[in-house]
């Protein structure tokens, strides 16, 4: 009988260290990563999309989605129903193009960690408004020439206003062309496109004046701004720019020469 109690025993402790390995184990093992995440978590530390608006988007409207809190900046972007999605990253534009309820999903491309939105378009269609601008009054432009390392031949210009526009996404409206010796640039406003992006800034824009510019040579610079023509030259000797105007308000050269 003694004997059958030691047996027992020895028994039940084999069965108590084993529930505790196994208790062990599963307090050791890494938590599953959640799979499916809604959007309407709002939890500050939670990954989740957020979109100016989840209902009333009207059709082909450009809508701005963006996931907060991503777990890396590599994140794929689906809807279903199917639509066509422009992909910047932890951001995405969509323009539905049908009436109904949609469901937006961000991916995380490493650890496929998702999160969504459920959306709703209605059957109106969007209009574009127009968001071109004048310029301010008292604008002024400031111009920064620069020339390409691989050719000395190259010269463009960077330009960009005083005053802030409606749009982060604004830009100059501007023109550029040659007649003999004689290059003419016409700044004709602030445009933005189809979608605006809130708030303010400066406008700026990029534009090349030639690509090919020889040595040893001068060349007249005209440049149109609010209503004003303004004059001046440029002048090459070997690969150095030099840039002759005689103006310090309207239009304003930050530096004058390369």
């Given at each position: ?197 809130t708030g303010t800034a400066t ?56």
């Amino acid at each position: 009988m003694k004997r059958e109690k030691l047996v027992l025993l020895s028994i039940v402790m084999m069965l108590v260290q084993l529930v505790a390995c196994e208790r062990s184990k599963m307090d050791n093992e890494l938590p599953t990563p959640s799979s499916l995440r809604s959007g309407e978590d709002s939890s500050s530390s939670i990954t989740r999309i957020i979109t100016e608006k989840t209902i009333g988007i009207k059709q082909k409207e450009p809508t701005k989605f963006t996931v907060i809190n991503p777990v890396s900046q590599f994140v794929k972007w689906r809807v279903q129903p199917t639509e066509t999605v422009i992909n910047a990253g932890t951001y995405a534009m969509i323009y539905f193009q049908n009436p109904g309820k949609y469901r937006v999903f961000a991916i995380d491309s490493i650890s496929l960690d998702t999160t969504f939105i459920d959306v709703e378009v209605t059957g109106e269609v969007y209009v574009a408004p127009n968001y071109e601008q004048s310029f301010q009054e008292n604008e002024q432009l400031y111009i920064t020439p620069f020339s390409s390392p691989d050719s000395a031949n190259f010269l463009a210009f960077k330009t960009v206003t005083k005053g802030n526009y409606n749009c982060l996404n604004n830009q100059l409206i501007a023109s550029r062309n040659k007649t003999g010796d004689t290059y003419q640039l016409d700044f004709k406003g602030v445009s933005v496109g189809t979608y605006c992006q809130t708030g303010t800034a400066t406008s700026k824009a990029t534009t090349w004046i030639d690509h090919d510019v020889p040595e040893n040579v001068t060349n007249q610079l005209e440049i149109i701004f609010n209503g004003k023509t303004y004059k001046g030259t440029i002048k090459k000797t070997g690969i150095k720019f030099e840039f002759i105007w005689p103006y310090d308000s309207g239009i304003v050269f930050t530096t004058k020469s390369l």
